[in-house]
């Protein structure tokens, strides 16, 4: 079982760490029921978590109405 950190834009994998690392359980379990419900996702047997890369938090800052258009809260 893993966690893969994946941005939500492009789909790049960020990282990904297995269970038995504390920290990223840690920093999950930190993540509010919302939070969790929107950017934690089960895949088989892994989780994704979905994240935003340099890049594109970098896009999105420079041109937030672009991605605004893409999200699917209402
Ligand atoms: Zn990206």
């Known amino acids: ?3 893969v950190y994946q941005c939500r834009s492009c789909h790049d994998v960020l990282a990904t760490f297995y269970k038995h690392d504390s920290r990223i359980m840690q920093s999950l379990s930190a993540l509010t029921p919302d ?3 929107e950017m934690v996702e089960r895949r088989g047997d892994d ?3 979905w ?3 340099e890049h594109c938090q970098a896009a999105y800052e420079a041109h937030p109405e672009l ?3 893409e ?3 209402q």
């Open 1 to 3: 079982m893993a966690v």
């Open 35 to 37: 939070e969790a419900a």
């Open 47 to 49: 989780l994704v978590v």
């Open 51 to 53: 994240v935003l890369c």
């Open 67 to 69: 991605y605004e258009l």
């Open 71 to 73: 999200s699917p809260l």
